[in-house]
């Protein structure tokens, strides 16, 4: 009953910068936790960055000074601002959220995915 819808991948030489958007729909009370995933061609799957409701954030350390993230709480958005862009940030970028349908209930949602590519 919660939807995430991404866009914002593409294709981008290395130095330039990409902005990534999900936004949730649905059955929603709120949305305690929302982040982004990774998967690079033939790796498993990372967690990137996360963002509680009330702002407190989670980097992995190869993204630390180049990507911020950031919510807006009325739209049920995050965004994921890539900066400074380098080849080994290709994969596919996957939101997730963890989502209240009530105070009492929580469940998680993956988003379908959006490709970022970053050439030499």
């Known amino acids: 009953q919660v939807q995430l819808v991404e866009s914002g991948g593409g294709l981008v030489q290395a130095g330039g910068s990409l902005r990534l958007s999900c936004a949730a729909s649905?059955?929603?009370?709120?949305?305690?936790?929302m982040g982004w995933y990774r998967q690079p061609p033939g790796k498993q799957r990372e967690l990137v960055a996360d963002?509680?409701?009330?702002?407190?954030?989670n980097y992995v350390d190869s993204v630390k000074g180049r990507f911020i993230i950031s919510r807006d709480n009325a739209k049920n958005t995050v965004y994921l601002q890539m900066n400074s862009l380098k080849p080994e940030d290709t994969a596919v970028y996957y939101c997730?959220?963890?989502?209240?349908?009530?105070?009492?209930?929580?469940?998680?949602?993956w988003g379908q995915g959006t490709q970022v590519t970053v050439s030499s």
């Open positions: 997730h959220a963890d989502v209240r349908g009530d105070p009492w209930s929580r469940r998680d949602y």
């Open positions: 649905g059955s929603i009370f709120s949305i305690d936790v």
């Open positions: 963002i509680t409701s009330g702002g407190s954030t």
